[in-house]
Every structure is written in C-alpha cells, then in structure tokens.
C-alpha cells in the first residue's frame, strides 16, 4: 500500500509523462518545447521506466541539446502528415478501430470530454478529440484535477490504440526520434495498464 506521498509523487510522474507525450504529438507545440522537453526529459532520467526507456530518452536529450526541434518536426510531418512516401502513421482513434478519421471512437471520446471541463479550443488546436496528442493533455489534465474515474476511462478507450500507434511507428524505417518515443511510451502504457488493474 502505497502512502499518501507516495501515492502524490506517482501521480505527479505520471501528469509529467502524458504532458511530455502531448508536446511531442502536437505539431503546434513543437516549437515551444524544446526547453521544456529537456527539462522533463533530464527529470524522468531520475527513475526511468526500464532501459529500453532511459536509453531513448539519451537519443532524444542528445538530439534536442544538438538540433533542438528542427529534425522532430520534419520527422512529424513525415510520418504523420504527408500523403507521400511509406504509408502514414494513424495518429487518432478512428484509425485503428474503424480505419478511418471521425468514427465511432470519435463520438464515445468527445462524450467522455463531455464530462469534464475540457473543450477543444480549436482556433489554436486543428484536431478533434481523437487525436492521440489531445488525449495525452487531456489524461494529464484530468490527472491534475484528481478525476482518476474519467481517466481510467479515457485511457481504456484508447489503450489499444497507443499500442497500434507505437507498432505503426516501430514498422517505419524512416522513423527515429519518433521510434524512441514510442519506446518510451510502450513502456508507460504497460505501466498504466498494471496501475490501473492495481487500483481496480
């Protein structure tokens, strides 16, 4: 049984993490983070995840102290944007439930949203609620605010998706930064996966 620190300090992890993903799978906010994804970066460094994960998260430091955000974003546009080359990254819900963009999965994460007080502001966010990007600073915030329930319940509906993200990505032979990210994000999605069980 964890105590009540404890159990603090592991939330507050796990708010870092999701915000470290949501600035890497939003284009718009590649700019604005590279400082602060090596401050992240230089604080899950302390109690990594596994191996796998504080060995991608050396390449990543190593590549944002050297080139800061200029090869992360011209690998984002690569994988996820462009309609040309190797077969494209799904980067929503819809992709890999119903192989499309604005399906099902779309309807039951804005009817999750719903419950919160989180409302895409979508002059400055161009994606939709299914977008793996918003539901990272959307489980980040949730967390914040002590909604543990909803959370739980966002991250049920898009587990598998996270899983099918990270396999896309890993099948990319042009892939890199994004390659160590997902690394590290495999191991934080097993993690949540044994903490939520835990607490069930």
Do not use: W
Request: proline share 1%; hydrophobic share 45%.
């Amino acid at each position: 049984m964890l105590s009540e620190s404890e159990q603090t300090n592991l939330i507050h992890a796990r708010m870092l993490y999701y915000d470290f993903f949501n600035g890497l799978l939003v284009f718009e906010m590649l700019d604005e983070r590279a400082e602060l994804a090596k401050k992240q970066i230089e604080i899950l460094l302390y109690e990594p995840l596994n191996d796998t994960a504080k060995n991608a998260m050396l390449l990543l430091y190593d590549e944002l102290k050297t080139h800061g955000m200029a090869n992360f974003k011209d690998e984002f546009s690569r994988l996820f944007a462009l309609p040309f080359g190797a077969k494209q990254v799904g980067i929503h819900l819809s992709h890999f439930y119903h192989h499309c963009i604005g399906g099902e999965s779309l309807l039951q994460m804005r009817q999750l949203v719903k419950q919160s007080d989180i409302r895409v502001q979508s002059e400055s966010f161009k994606e939709t609620e299914e977008h793996l990007g918003f539901i990272c600073g959307f489980m980040r915030h949730l967390l914040e605010i002590g909604n543990a329930q909803l959370a739980k319940d966002v991250f049920a509906l898009s587990k598998d998706a996270f899983l099918g993200f990270i396999a896309e990505i890993e099948a990319r032979e042009d892939a890199k930064l994004y390659v160590a990210i997902a690394q590290i994000l495999q191991s934080f999605i097993q993690f949540e996966g044994e903490y939520d069980s835990a607490i069930a």
